[in-house]
């Protein structure tokens, strides 16, 4: 019998992860060092003193791979490969369980942010792997998607159905196509994601399988502009009969007091630990200790990533592994 070809879910085993690095000054402003360093101490809590799995800090240019090096010393691999930005979770290639991989069109989350080097860096780190990596002739982010490796993948319509991605897709054709190209054997669709998200509403900010079948999706907290995006993913969900299980949201964050799409669920799973945004909110602790029970073989562990999130995403947006 032919074994199904799907993408592995992220607790499924990793030869290494690729890491994208800060490396445009005019990007990140004010915020490079400390985004930086905040990079850094994740690659270090993935690297979790040897337990986990090879770290590769993926640097856009020299300046940056030195910088990347001194900081990062011997917990990661630094290379060298020109990209936009570093939201790789979007850009790299997706490697399926039998070691190849598909990499898609980008076009700069709806056109939104057309940066050079964006549009291939997933089939140069591919390359770089000796990865045979197939290219797929319609626009999918990383983000958008995510899978519990038994053919079940969650996604959002606002992302996936929206007209400045594949205007001339249906939902039907584009179930076809995650089928086909990455093995998903059931979608299920929530709506919006969160308020302020430039990429139109990626999954991985709001709803992240933790195991075959099991679904966590945010429990509003006080004054949290999502409140209502989170009661209708969780009714959505329900409607799929898969198991729900709630993590607190960080509630309100702003950044110069506007609005920003602050998430738990931007966590990244790693061979020996998990990695949880921190923002400084009341539910920080509170979400580490739920998201510590969904996962009682790894360390779960609560980072800051403030500087991070000014570019848009968090440590899972800046994050792509690769299977065993």
């Given at each position: 019998m032919t074994k199904h070809v799907v993408q592995?879910?992220?607790?499924?085993?990793?030869?290494?992860?690729?890491?994208?690095?800060?490396?445009?000054?005019?990007?990140?402003?004010d915020d490079l060092e400390p985004a930086r360093d905040e990079v850094v101490a994740?690659?270090?809590a993935v690297h979790a003193d040897g337990r986990g799995e090879r770290v590769i800090l993926v640097a856009a240019d020299e300046e940056a791979a030195g910088a990347a090096g001194a900081m990062?010393?011997?917990?990661?691999d630094v290379v060298v490969e020109p990209f936009g930005d570093i939201w790789l979770r979007d850009t790299a290639a997706i490697i399926l369980s039998d070691g190849t991989?598909?990499?898609?069109?980008?076009?700069?989350?709806?056109?939104?942010y057309d940066l050079p080097g964006d549009d291939d860096i997933g089939l140069r780190l591919a390359a770089r792997r000796r990865i045979r990596?197939?290219?797929?002739?319609?626009?999918?982010?990383?983000?958008?998607?995510?899978?519990?490796?038994?053919?079940?993948?969650?996604?959002?319509?606002?992302?996936?159905?929206?007209?400045?991605?594949?205007?001339?897709?249906?939902?039907?054709?584009?179930?076809?196509?995650?089928?086909s190209d990455l093995g998903f054997t059931q979608v299920i669709w929530l709506g919006e994601g969160l308020m302020y998200d430039h990429t139109d509403g990626h999954v991985d900010n709001l709803a992240r399988f933790?195991?075959?079948?099991?679904?966590?999706?945010p429990q509003a907290a006080e004054n949290d502009p999502n409140w209502l995006v989170y009661q209708h993913a969780a009714r959505d969900a329900a409607l799929q009969e898969?198991?729900?299980?709630?993590?607190?949201?960080?509630?309100?964050?702003?950044?110069?007091?506007?609005?920003?799409?602050?998430?738990?669920?931007?966590?990244?799973?790693?061979?020996?630990?998990?990695?949880?945004p921190q923002y400084g909110a009341p539910n920080d602790a509170a979400a580490v200790a739920a998201i510590q029970a969904?996962?009682?073989?790894?360390?779960?562990?609560?980072?800051?990533?403030?500087?991070?999130?000014?570019?848009?995403?968090?440590?899972?947006?800046?994050?792509?592994?690769?299977?065993e």
């Amino acid at each position: 019998m032919t074994k199904h070809v799907v993408q592995p879910p992220e607790w499924a085993r990793h030869k290494a992860v690729w890491i994208g690095f800060p490396s445009h000054p005019d990007l990140w402003l004010d915020d490079l060092e400390p985004a930086r360093d905040e990079v850094v101490a994740f690659a270090r809590a993935v690297h979790a003193d040897g337990r986990g799995e090879r770290v590769i800090l993926v640097a856009a240019d020299e300046e940056a791979a030195g910088a990347a090096g001194a900081m990062a010393k011997d917990i990661a691999d630094v290379v060298v490969e020109p990209f936009g930005d570093i939201w790789l979770r979007d850009t790299a290639a997706i490697i399926l369980s039998d070691g190849t991989a598909r990499d898609f069109r980008f076009n700069g989350w709806g056109g939104k942010y057309d940066l050079p080097g964006d549009d291939d860096i997933g089939l140069r780190l591919a390359a770089r792997r000796r990865i045979r990596a197939e290219s797929c002739n319609w626009i999918l982010e990383g983000g958008a998607i995510d899978g519990d490796g038994t053919g079940l993948v969650v996604t959002t319509e606002q992302c996936l159905l929206n007209h400045n991605r594949n205007p001339g897709l249906s939902k039907v054709e584009i179930e076809a196509r995650l089928r086909s190209d990455l093995g998903f054997t059931q979608v299920i669709w929530l709506g919006e994601g969160l308020m302020y998200d430039h990429t139109d509403g990626h999954v991985d900010n709001l709803a992240r399988f933790v195991a075959p079948g099991k679904l966590a999706i945010p429990q509003a907290a006080e004054n949290d502009p999502n409140w209502l995006v989170y009661q209708h993913a969780a009714r959505d969900a329900a409607l799929q009969e898969v198991e729900i299980v709630l993590v607190p949201s960080p509630g309100r964050v702003l950044r110069d007091e506007e609005i920003v799409p602050a998430s738990y669920m931007n966590f990244y799973i790693g061979n020996a630990s998990v990695i949880v945004p921190q923002y400084g909110a009341p539910n920080d602790a509170a979400a580490v200790a739920a998201i510590q029970a969904l996962f009682p073989d790894r360390e779960v562990v609560g980072l800051r990533a403030d500087h991070i999130l000014t570019g848009g995403g968090s440590f899972h947006c800046i994050s792509q592994q690769i299977p065993e």
